[in-house]
């Protein structure tokens, strides 16, 4: 089965884009790993699929697949590509376009100097929403907020850290760290990402906090392992940040790939803010690929 594709990347985090407007490619979990396969494949963090309209009011729908090929929810970097993608394909000659993912509906858009800002929607912090299971456990507070505590263990080892848990329309825990060098990344990653009190897995963000306006910032995301930069994790970093008193209100979030800016206004009304986040989006290359059938 020959695939036309499109390979980009949004600050490092790299994308396979797939057109499906003009009808489903249908492909496997093999298949989605074998185009993310950086050996076998075209090499991708996730896979994303840019399908038409589901509804009145809607511009396009977009489905994301991890490396694993597993589908998720939402992808940040993805979505700043999405925009980019159907743009430059002619598929639309919106500046802004609204979407919907399986978390809801999103509005990229193409600002004047060439980056792109999404509107990611208002975070979650209810529990039961991202899905976490907190029975048992005592919220530290901070700021205003909480954190929780989480144990990781391994064989003949054990550990307790604290996490902010949240939802950008995927599941999110991010530690508050003095220093990003180091395997703490790898070796809680994995932990943190399969811990049983996420029902659906979660991404794990480590971040370090350089002032009020300045972090930086590595995901462990949720079947694809460490990436090059995560957007709906430097949206929740910053997200978490806020809440516990320790960031303003426009951050610039340095990753591994490259600097996202992330604005949040914090409470609106009886609800929350969205939060905005604004980057690159850059078309690397484009290719044709013979996908093998399970």
């Given at each position: 089965?020959?695939?036309?594709f499109?390979?980009?990347q ?9 057109d499906?407007?003009r ?5 496997t979990?093999?298949q ?21 309209s589901?509804?009145?009011g809607i511009?396009f ?9 597993g589908e998720?929810?939402?992808?940040g970097?993805?979505?700043r590509?999405?925009v980019?993608?159907?743009r430059?394909?002619?598929?639309s ?5 609204t979407?919907?993912?399986l978390a809801?509906v999103?509005e990229?858009?193409?600002d004047?100097d060439g ?18 299971d907190p029975?048992g ?9 909480e954190?929780?505590?989480l144990?990781?263990d ?8 604290a996490?902010?848990?949240l ?5 999110h ?10 395997p ?6 994995a932990?943190i990402?399969?811990?049983?009190r996420?029902?659906r ?8 906090v350089?002032d ?22 430097a ?13 303003d ?11 996202l800016t992330i ?8 609800g ?12 690397v290359?484009?290719?044709e ?6």
């Amino acid at each position: 089965m020959k695939v036309r594709f499109t390979k980009m990347q949004g600050a490092g985090n790299d994308f396979v884009v797939l057109d499906e407007t003009r009808g489903r490619l249908n492909l496997t979990g093999q298949q989605y790993r074998q185009l993310a396969d950086r050996h076998f494949g075209v090499g991708a963090d996730q896979i994303l699929s840019v399908r038409p309209s589901p509804a009145p009011g809607i511009d396009f729908e977009y489905a994301i697949h991890n490396a694993d090929g597993g589908e998720v929810e939402q992808c940040g970097n993805g979505a700043r590509c999405f925009v980019r993608y159907v743009r430059d394909k002619g598929l639309s000659a919106k500046d802004r376009i609204t979407v919907r993912t399986l978390a809801g509906v999103i509005e990229p858009r193409i600002d004047a100097d060439g980056r792109v800002t999404v509107d990611m929607g208002p975070p979650l912090f209810e529990p039961a929403l991202v899905p976490f299971d907190p029975s048992g456990l005592s919220p530290q507070a901070q700021g205003g907020w909480e954190t929780w505590p989480l144990a990781l263990d391994w064989p003949g080892q054990s550990v307790v850290i604290a996490v902010a848990v949240l939802s950008m329309g995927n599941p999110h825990a991010v530690q508050i760290v003095a220093d990003l060098s180091g395997p703490r990344v790898r070796q809680h990653g994995a932990a943190i990402e399969a811990h049983p009190r996420f029902a659906r897995r979660v991404n794990a963000g480590f971040m370090q906090v350089v002032d009020r306006a300045q972090v930086r910032l590595r995901v462990w995301e949720r079947g694809a392992g460490e990436t090059l930069a995560c957007g709906s994790g430097a949206c929740a970093a910053v997200v978490a940040g806020i809440r516990l008193g320790l960031l303003d209100r426009r951050v610039d979030v340095h990753t591994r790939g490259g600097v996202l800016t992330i604005e949040w206004a914090g409470r609106a009304g009886a609800g929350w803010a969205p939060v905005l986040m604004t980057g690159p989006a850059v078309t690397v290359y484009e290719g044709e690929i013979n996908l093998m059938d399970e």
